[in-house]
T-cell receptor
């Protein structure tokens, strides 16, 4: 069984640019969530996708957007990058969108905004 | 508004002894709790979970205790091993039928000394 994978591993962008991060969910999982982890903090929920629809969103501005594809892989897009967007971005997949669906995380993408 | 708090940023324990990691929460709607372990350059790894209808759950060397009246949970690791050295996050979620949004604490860095 393949786990959650994310690409790229590291990324450096400049303020104002746009970025796309990618995630492949674990086999058999139809739910993908994205989290932002700033240095020294716990992950913060950005949004969740279930069967290609956004199924909940955290306290992040609209310039954070996403997509889920028919194979349940997902993208996180961030427009107009700001310095504070520098963080580790984690993708997690689950077998179900319900509260009993344990989320399994990928290794993350480290984004640096200069 | 920190709904999940891990008040100890770090903990150092002798190999073979018990490690106890603590977590407090404020939101009484949380009904499912999870512990994740994170090594550097990896995503969080699911360890163990507990539903609010239970007060204890065991899995090998790991036991999670939940005290709903105190809004407190703890993770016990017995016996502690060097490979347990990592950052531990507790997370909570509310089963409201919508997206499973995990709310994380800030993490506790556990160091197991030989």
């Amino acid at each position: 069984e393949t786990g959650v994978t994310q690409s790229p591993t590291h990324l450096i962008k400049t303020r104002g640019q746009q970025v796309t991060l990618r995630c492949s969910s674990q086999s058999g999982h139809n739910t993908v969530s994205w989290y932002q982890q700033a240095l020294g903090q716990g992950p913060q929920f950005i949004f969740q996708y279930y069967r290609e629809e956004e199924n909940g969103r955290g306290n992040f501005p609209p310039r954070f957007s996403g997509l889920q594809f028919p194979n349940y892989s997902s993208e996180l897009n961030v427009n107009a990058l700001e310095l504070d967007d520098s963080a580790l971005y984690l993708c997690a997949s689950a077998r179900t969108s319900g509260s009993r669906g344990t989320q399994y995380f990928g290794p993350g993408t480290r984004l640096t905004v200069l | 508004d920190q709904q999940v708090k891990q008040n100890s940023p770090s903990l150092s324990v002798q190999e073979g002894r018990i490690s106890i990691l603590n977590c407090d929460y404020t939101n009484s709607m949380f009904d499912y709790f999870l512990w994740y372990k994170k090594y550097p350059a990896e995503g969080p790894t699911f360890l163990i979970s507990i539903s609010s209808i239970k007060d204890k759950n065991e899995d090998g060397r790991f036991t999670v205790f939940l005290n709903k009246s105190a809004k407190h949970l703890s993770l016990h690791i017995v016996p502690s091993q060097p490979g347990d050295s990592a950052v531990y996050f507790c997370a909570a979620t509310a089963g409201n039928g919508g997206a499973q949004k995990l709310v994380f604490g800030q993490g506790t860095r556990l160091t197991i000394n030989p």
